[in-house]
């Protein structure tokens, strides 16, 4: 399995992923930190807490921008054998699908582990730039980094299935993009929040209530445990079913 694993990474190092794995959370900080510098004032004048304001703030950018991330990386990682027509080479060889194929999905995972860390070191770069008081809640931005990632074990599971199983990658990706854009509307509604679009959005570790239509108090998220299980529910599942169709798939 190692060599399987070592020989994925050599060929990902010769495209754009990694760069692109630690740009778009360099780009969620930099829209998050943007976005509390011009509310800063308000912030302090209603006497919040501004680093859990900070990770509501921020969390709606993830919930959008991890699906579509990730649907890029799943894409791109099963893309290099598509673009190469490897997979013919690979079959032949004396090595377990499952290998090949748990593999493809350990690369997504690492990529998405190097993005949350530096989501959670962004984060308390902001918290420093900006001069929020009080000690760094180091727990609380690990949760915040890393939870939406736990949320969307089934994106990644259900998009790297999509990507084995069309050469052409625009099918995958545009359902990909349409399910990220979708789990900002999925979030808002009880009965849609169990579709696993939605749960890199239900996966915060603090939510800001709403009294009256106007913004309430921030508040620890209860669902989290309820969301983790779903998610590694369906993340078994679409994994489960991406296997059997790949040990399955014949090349000619």
Same mark, same amino acid.
């Given at each position: 399995m190692n060599h399987v694993v070592y020989s994925?990474?050599?060929?990902? %190092?010769?495209? $754009?992923?990694? =760069?692109?794995?630690f740009m778009y959370p360099l780009a969620i900080i930099i829209i998050g930190f943007l976005i509390i510098m011009m509310q800063r004032d308000n912030f302090i004048e209603r006497n919040v807490d501004m680093w859990a304001s900070m990770v509501v703030i921020v969390h709606f950018v993830v919930m959008v921008f991890i699906p579509i991330a990730i649907t890029i990386i799943s894409s791109h990682v099963i893309n290099v054998e598509h673009q190469t027509n490897a997979w %013919?080479?690979? $079959?032949?060889? =004396?090595i377990p699908k499952s290998q090949l194929y748990m593999s493809k999905l350990f690369q997504v995972i690492k990529?998405?582990?190097y993005s949350a860390l530096v989501m959670f070191g962004g984060f308390i770069v902001i918290g420093m730039v900006l001069g929020f008081s009080g000690n760094v809640p180091y727990l609380l931005l690990l949760k915040a980094a890393f939870l939406p990632?736990?949320?969307a074990l089934p994106i990644m599971t259900f998009q790297l299935w999509m990507s084995m199983k069309f050469k052409n990658q625009a099918f995958p990706i545009g359902i990909g993009i349409l399910g990220a854009i979708s789990a900002f509307f999925f979030q808002m509604n009880e009965s849609t929040s169990y579709l696993f679009w939605a749960?890199?959005?239900m996966m915060t570790p603090v939510k800001q209530l709403i009294v009256d239509g106007s913004l309430g108090e921030i508040v620890t998220s209860a669902d989290i445990g309820q969301y983790t299980i779903l998610?590694?529910?369906?993340?078994?599942?679409?994994?489960?079913?991406?296997?059997?169709?790949?040990?399955?798939?014949?090349?000619d």
């Open positions: 994925d990474k050599m060929k990902l %190092k010769r495209t $754009f992923i990694t =760069p692109i794995t %013919k080479f690979l $079959f032949s060889l =004396p990529l998405c582990v990632y736990v949320g749960y890199p959005a998610s590694v529910i369906f993340g078994l599942f679409f994994l489960l079913l991406g296997f059997i169709a790949f040990n399955n798939q014949q090349v």
